[in-house]
């Protein structure tokens, strides 16, 4: 990105190339480190949690109000979905080719929206489930679901509080550097006629 402002700039020499090198800061040459093997662990745990939650959902034969059973299997569903794509995006490193998306802030919100969803989803299906073996082991896994989502949550606050603390700072320093680049504009004089 740099090249390319360096290409647009007016420090072109006569072959079309850059005269100066563009300056690189030590955060654009480093590697990201925004996925780790811990969020890696973690983003699983919530995958395999939501999927057992969804099966043991899944085997359930017969319900007289289902409506608590449609929205728990709705909520386990959407997050086991939406969490393992979010997973193969950070595991493969897909998500550094679209810089425009928010990823953290997309993760923290995935995590939030479905902690909410299966604790209520949870609530909801063991106030109203017939205590067979399939809608107990559904409603266990809907809060441990919820508790590794609950984690999740607060982690993603903090890395969310991070990015945003040095995306001021280096939006700070770049300003500094800039505003010491701009050359001085002339005074305007005064036209007498």
Same mark, same amino acid.
Request: proline fraction near 4%.
């Given at each position: 990105?740099?090249?390319?402002?360096?290409?647009?700039?007016?420090?072109?020499?006569?072959?079309?190339?850059?005269?100066?090198?563009?300056?690189?800061?030590?955060?654009?040459?480093?590697?990201?480190?925004?996925?780790?093997?811990?969020?890696?662990?973690?983003?699983?745990?919530?995958?395999?949690?939501?999927?057992?939650?969804?099966?043991?959902?899944?085997?359930?034969?017969?319900?007289?109000?289902?409506?608590? &059973?449609?929205?728990?299997?709705?909520?386990?569903? $959407?997050? +086991?979905?939406?969490?393992?794509?979010?997973? #193969? *995006?950070?595991? !493969?490193?897909?998500?550094?080719?679209?810089?425009?998306?928010?990823?953290? &802030?997309?993760?923290?919100?995935?995590?939030?929206? $479905?902690? +909410?969803?299966?604790?209520?989803?949870?609530? #909801? *299906?063991?106030? !109203?489930?017939?205590?067979?073996?399939?809608?107990?082991?559904?409603?266990?896994?809907?809060?441990?679901?919820?508790?590794?989502?609950?984690?999740?949550?607060?982690?993603?606050?903090?890395?969310?509080?991070?990015?945003?603390?040095?995306?001021?700072?280096?939006?700070?320093?770049?300003?500094?550097?800039?505003?010491?680049?701009?050359?001085?504009?002339?005074?305007?004089?005064?036209?007498?006629?």
């Amino acid at each position: 990105m740099r090249w390319m402002e360096a290409c647009n700039s007016d420090a072109l020499g006569e072959s079309g190339l850059p005269t100066k090198a563009p300056a690189y800061s030590a955060e654009s040459t480093s590697i990201p480190k925004s996925f780790t093997p811990a969020r890696w662990l973690a983003g699983t745990a919530r995958l395999i949690l939501s999927l057992i939650a969804f099966i043991c959902i899944e085997t359930i034969m017969e319900c007289s109000p289902c409506e608590g &059973l449609y929205f728990f299997e709705f909520v386990s569903c $959407s997050a +086991f979905v939406v969490t393992g794509v979010l997973l #193969v *995006l950070f595991s !493969l490193n897909l998500h550094m080719r679209i810089p425009q998306i928010n990823w953290n &802030l997309t993760d923290l919100v995935n995590t939030g929206l $479905s902690t +909410f969803f299966f604790f209520i989803a949870s609530i #909801v *299906l063991a106030a !109203l489930n017939h205590k067979t073996g399939a809608e107990i082991a559904a409603v266990i896994f809907g809060f441990l679901a919820t508790a590794a989502y609950a984690a999740s949550t607060f982690l993603a606050v903090q890395k969310w509080r991070v990015s945003i603390r040095q995306q001021s700072a280096n939006d700070y320093i770049r300003a500094r550097t800039e505003s010491r680049d701009v050359d001085s504009r002339p005074e305007i004089q005064r036209l007498d006629t």
